[in-house]
């Protein structure tokens, strides 16, 4: 089966850094996407691996290991904005997106 | 109308009522899904489209169904409402095409309860 593993619940200190794993096991790999999803809206693109290593946009970097089926979504210089849930995807064969079930993160002052 | 939205925003349904979810993009996107969530759950696809007058079946279809008229509009359409249905639904659109890199735009939700 498919399976995408990710912490339900992480805290962190504002100005700090975070670093949220993403597991997965899927028929096929086209790509990892990362979300973000505040409170009661809806989920908004933040970054795309297809190729191992890390993509760095601003104060968010995402890591993909392709053969160990891992990635991770780091947050520099947090801010109380950054309270919010981050959801794992992996795109498999079919070109579907599979969704781990996200990371609340919570952001303390 | 700019990328997508949704209607109603939420909803209230008496159980073996039909309900039809309201789902309009104007980002001439090729593909649509739709999605619900639910507390501790990751998104789970219900059905998609690819392309206009095309449907498939995601992983959770049963007690759905959707059509696919025009490349805009992708209704979402509950024939006999169940209290399982209550769940928070997305409709999200992308480029399509079967590119790989295809980031899914998503409407702001419906959420649905079922009684």
């Known amino acids: 089966g498919q399976n995408i593993d990710q912490p339900t619940e992480m805290t962190a200190t504002e100005g700090a850094i975070v670093q949220i794993n993403c597991t997965y096991q899927?028929?096929?790999?086209?790509?990892l996407f990362w979300y973000q999803q505040h409170a009661g809206e809806a989920p908004t693109f933040l970054s795309y691996?297809?190729l191992d290593g890390l993509e760095e946009k601003g104060r968010f970097s995402s890591f993909l290991s392709r053969s160990k089926g891992y990635s991770y979504l780091l947050l520099k210089e947090l801010q109380m904005k950054d309270s919010a849930s981050y959801l794992c995807a992996v795109m498999d064969s079919n070109y579907q997106l599979i969704w781990g079930a996200g990371t609340k993160l919570i952001i303390k002052p | 109308i700019a990328g997508i939205t949704q209607a109603p925003t939420s909803q209230i349904l008496a159980a073996g009522r039909r309900m039809t979810l309201r789902c309009t993009q104007d980002?001439?996107?090729?593909?649509m899904y739709w999605y619900r969530q639910d507390l501790g759950l990751g998104l789970r696809l219900i059905h998609y489209?690819?392309?206009?007058?095309?449907?498939g079946k995601g992983e959770v279809p049963d007690g759905y169904s959707v059509s696919r008229a025009n490349t805009d509009d992708f209704p979402l359409t509950l024939a006999s409402a169940v209290p399982s249905q209550t769940s928070v639904y997305f409709c999200?659109?992308?480029?399509?095409?079967?590119?790989?890199?295809?980031?899914?735009?998503f409407g702001p939700g419906t959420r649905l309860t079922v009684l």
């Open positions: 489209s690819n392309t206009a007058g095309t449907t």
């Open positions: 999200a659109s992308s480029e399509g095409g079967g590119a790989a890199y295809n980031e899914q735009f």
């Open positions: 980002m001439r996107h090729n593909a």
């Open positions: 899927t028929s096929g790999f086209n790509g």
């Open positions: 691996n297809v």
